[in-house]
């Protein structure tokens, strides 16, 4: 079992036509995932990839012709929030959004528009959705990876890759990795991830990468302090930042004592999470937990 994607999730991809999209499309597909269309409006009826996958003028035609229930969003910025209401509105309940650059008034816009609706949206500007052996729906790198127990919860895209990584050299596996994006207004907060992962019976411990800047992990390790049994190991990037200077994210900038760093590690510890200071400790920290754990 994994969260959020599997091997039978039906993927399409926005902007299937265009460079990036095409190309990551393909990409999804030789991993093994159920790529089974593409929306680009005026292209319908067209096919790409040699052939494989069908291109749809719209998401609710692909919803209705081959059952999409995920989308993997690569269409430009002026237009990437649109692409989200559009696969919302269509019933996908999993939205993607890899595209970098979103005005966040617009962000504003879809965060209000997705309230009472039915789809979960992850991102935008972020890497999307790794379950090994089984589906990718985004950019990450499959072959890092392999299946397990460990969730994996990222702001940082190549974070991600490293805690992967990291877990990997000591022989453990992912349950599913999910990079949630780095933009001040994101669809789905580390809350909501651990809440899941707490849930899924076949993930036994919790990877959390954090940033500087907003509230979120700490909102996550207030919430997993009452309500997640499962071993978290936790990290905080931006550890050197100065204040007030926004550092690669954009949502990754100091504007209160309680957004640094330090603040985020020292509420991560006093709620039970496993701390390093480093992110080449998260593989055997987690391994320690584990074993605590089974002890």
Known sequence: MAILVNKDSKI????ITGS???FHAEQCLDYGGNVVGGVTPGKGGQTVIDGKVPVFNSCEEARAKVGANVSLIFVPPPFAADAIMEAADAGIEVIVCITEGI???DMVNVAEYLKGKSSRLIGPNCPGLLT???AKVGIMPGFIAKKGRVGVISKSGTLTYEAVSQLCGVGLGQSTCVGIGGDPIIGTKMKDLLEMFENDPDTDAIVM???IGGSMEIEA???AKDNVKK???GFIAGQTAPPGRRMGHAG???SGADESAAAKMKVMRDCGLHVVDSPSEIGLTMKKALETVKV
């Open 132 to 134: 090994p052996d089984e």
């Open 12 to 15: 399409i991809v926005q902007g």
């Open 231 to 233: 071993p978290i190991v």
């Open 221 to 223: 390790a207030q919430y």
């Open 103 to 105: 005005p966040v008034n």
């Open 252 to 254: 990754a900038i100091v």
């Open 209 to 211: 990468i954090g940033e």
């Open 20 to 22: 990036e999209g095409s």
